[in-house]
């Protein structure tokens, strides 16, 4: 082992930049759809090999940088599929999204790498501290510059029921830790009592997913009856409309008639509300209107449509436009409404507008989307306190909670028909996933093109519609768990304790050094 790791350490020219490069690409098979757990061995221990030899800062910034360009490009490839809806006008995009974007997103792992230059530990208590520096960084990720944290290392655990109820203790930044560490620790095979080290890690893995199995025992101890919300019963309506039809002028009106169709199915009666997905309607919604009118009169009385939409002030000059999501009763009349917050950087706002060409990927040309107010749990009739999210949201963990008023549904809606039949739909729906198991609150998320499921407060599919299919889900609305999980009591302090761990491991080392 010895030998291996010095001769990945001594890699220099393009076998060097390769290797991080594969790296990279392996660790993208640990996420959905794929869930290769052990992968995270080789991704991670390949890397910490590379960056521990006698190398230079700025050699140890490119390893990381090689490693995150392959792990990128291998799990945002989808984001070129949204180029291919209009070939003609955004084709041309495809090189500076596949290799520019993901080449400057890959600048975090490079900084995680380049800041191993400053640590002054060694041995297993190094390890350690790598581990927490690549969870640091990829909070930033999730932050700065408006933040994406998209296919953080934590989604890994998604790989069983089990192994997700992890979330509920510490989150998916915890968890990033978490699956960094078990990756790297078998680089302490070099070191003494490294197999000893091993085994206590992956051992914590073990127990952990135990208790997840006996967490997922107690709740199914619950009586059925217990488990949903009493004298709510759900449809959801995932009409599977393609992304060049959505906006056609020519094709809007059938594919509102669409999802019509699909409400209205049999069985109605015996529903309280229908769900449709974001922009299911493709207008400007007002209130009192004659497109609210025909949406209530499809429903029976005393049923609820809520429904993605667009939104405006309605002014004539300086107007403004909203992604929305509205709840309409059986007469037209607009119970409530919710603006998008978090809105995606060059699909519904141009960042720079005054140093960058304009954009013309938003349905509504270059007209940028306003944020909405803030993010607040809504009570809308015959719900349970409701935390609505639009597509981009779900991924953020900090969006789903409003401490004032903790929700007890998490409503979320979205159009992936952008990314076609990919790996993109799965690894948006898992995100989706960890936020239910992080709050302990269900999750109801509707696809336009899939994947449309019901999601309990442990994290667990209840029932689903594969991705790319057309259909309806008639469901139950299971109950939120009775007490807080603890990391949503909690939310960072796992992270600021193991950030404490580690600045006393750089301490102590740098004291033995002086004495």
Known sequence: MQKLATHIGNLTGWRRNGFALLCGMLATLTLAPFFLFPLLIPAFTGLYWLIEGDISRRRRFWDG????????????????????????????????????????????????????SFVPTRGLSRIMVFSVLWMCVEYARGHLFSGFPWNLPGYSFGFSDQSLQLSSLVGVYGLTWFAVLLGTSFAALREKRGLTFINVVWCSLILGVCWGGWRLQQADAVPVMQRYVPGVALRLVQANIAQPHKWDPKLQMQGLQDNIKLTQSPGLDHITHVIWPETAVPYIMTANSSLTHMLGSMLPPGRVLITGTLRSDGKAQDWKIWNSLMAIDHDGHILGDYDKVHLVPFGEFQPLRNYLPKSWLTPVGDKDFSRGDGVHTLEWPGLPPVMPLICYEVIFPELVTDPVHPPQLLLSVTNDAWFGISTGPHQHFQMARMRAAEQGVPMVRVANTGISAVVDSFGRILSSMPLGTRGILDVRLPVAQSNSTLYAKHNCAFMLFLILISGCLMLSQRLRKKN
């Open 65 to 116: 940088w090689w490693w995150g360009w392959g792990f990128y490009i291998t799990g945002l490839y989808w984001m070129c599929i949204a180029l291919l809806t209009d070939a003609e006008k955004f084709a041309w995009l495809i090189p500076f999204a596949l290799f520019g974007l993901t080449g400057v997103i890959a600048i975090y792992s490079g900084l995680a790498c380049w800041l191993m």
